[in-house]
């Protein structure tokens, strides 16, 4: 009987000694653990970007002047730079607004080609257009838009057979196609293209101080490469 109770005094001394050492380990470990890391949160971009292209402005050449049958009219084209600022409402919808100016050439053209050049003047056509950019694309980052533009034209002058040249301020639409390469999340390149329609009429006055009038049909393609910062 005393040697059944010795051995059970020492069954609950080894048991207990394995509790506290078992104890002891939770503890060690518990101390020595690191603690987790904590991811940090992803920067969150500006909604503004900047954009500064060179634009080629390429015009079709139609119009006419009401008072003379089968006459035609032609403009220069020219390479201007150019700042746009987009501002983005998600990582999809953004607002672009383009600003620009450049000088244009006014040709005469069919019936009355024999005049040549007959006017040069201004052209500010600053285009705003609503975005859809697509984000599934990696670094490669198109978009499509479409939008308004109001052209005003100053500094207008008549040459040769005309005087008094007024071509009117006026409104037209816009749709674009384009694409952001960028090379880290602030910096990349673009590529865009826009055509504009945009027929304004005009007022002129003859050598012989006869007024005529007309349609200048330009409808110009704006094509821009140039490069991206975003905020």
Do not use: C
């Amino acid at each position: 009987m005393v040697k059944e109770r010795k051995g059970m005094a020492r069954g609950i001394v080894a048991a207990a000694a394995l509790l506290l050492a078992g104890h002891q380990a939770a503890a060690a470990d518990l101390i020595a653990a690191p603690p987790a890391p904590v991811a940090e949160a992803p920067a969150t971009l500006s909604p503004w970007q900047f954009r500064l292209r060179a634009l080629g402005v390429i015009t079709n050449d139609k119009g006419s002047v009401d008072q003379i049958p089968g006459s035609d009219l032609s403009y220069s084209n020219s390479v201007v730079p150019e700042l746009d600022i987009t501002y983005y409402f998600t990582d999809n919808l953004a607002a672009e607004l383009i600003l620009g100016t450049t000088k244009a050439n006014v040709n005469g053209d069919g019936a009355i080609g024999g005049l040549g050049k007959i006017g040069e003047v201004w052209v500010l056509p600053p285009t705003l257009t609503l975005q859809y950019h697509f984000t599934n694309f990696g670094a490669f980052k198109p978009y499509v838009g479409a939008g308004i533009n109001y052209t005003i034209f100053y500094n207008q002058d008549g040459t040769g057979a005309l005087r008094d040249l007024d071509v009117k301020n006026t409104f037209g639409a816009a749709l674009q196609v384009g694409f952001d390469y960028m090379i880290d999340e602030h910096w990349g390149l673009n590529f865009d293209v826009k055509k504009i329609f945009l027929k304004p009429d005009f007022d002129a006055t003859l050598a012989d101080g006869t007024r005529i009038s007309g349609e200048a049909k330009l409808d110009p393609w704006l094509i821009g490469a140039g490069v991206t910062y975003r905020f």
